[in-house]
Nanobody, 121 residues
Framework: QVQLQESGPGLLKPSQTLSLTCTVS??????????WSWIRQPPGKGLEWMGA???????HYSPSLKGRTSISRDTSKNQFTLQLSSVTPEDTAVYYC?????????????WGQGTQVTVSS
């Protein structure tokens, strides 16, 4: 029922800020105990959880990203966004948005299809 779709630029240069939007349909991003996450997968590597915004609007981030990550939402559009500042080629990855239901420690439920982001000069 719930569907997620990532959108944003696929190519950036080093030092720029990445901005991706996840559009949600079939459910509200304010629904109680829903957590809306961003995950990425660099080429040849595993999945990395970046952060999430909860149904309440509170945010949670992975400490490994050195404070470069910001997640926000627009409830009127049923969207949440990812901003990753000062990107480098190491940020090249497929970026996904996904839903967790119940807690931040729950497994992922619905996923978006993912979007390729390449950082290159």
């Amino acid at each position: 029922q719930v569907q997620l779709q990532e959108s944003g630029p696929g190519l950036l240069k080093p030092s720029q800020t990445l901005s991706l939007t996840c559009t949600v349909s079939g459910g509200s991003i304010t629904t109680t105990v829903y957590y809306w996450s961003w995950i990425r997968q660099p080429p040849g590597k595993g999945l990395e959880w970046m952060g999430a915004i909860a149904y309440s609007g509170s945010t949670h981030y992975s400490p490994s990203l050195k404070g470069r990550t910001s997640i926000s939402r627009d409830t009127s559009k049923n969207q949440f966004t990812l901003q990753l500042s000062s990107v480098t080629p190491e940020d090249t990855a497929v970026y996904y948005c996904a839903l967790k239901m119940g807690s931040l420690y729950s497994g992922y439920g619905t996923w978006g299809q993912g979007t390729q982001v390449t950082v290159s000069s």
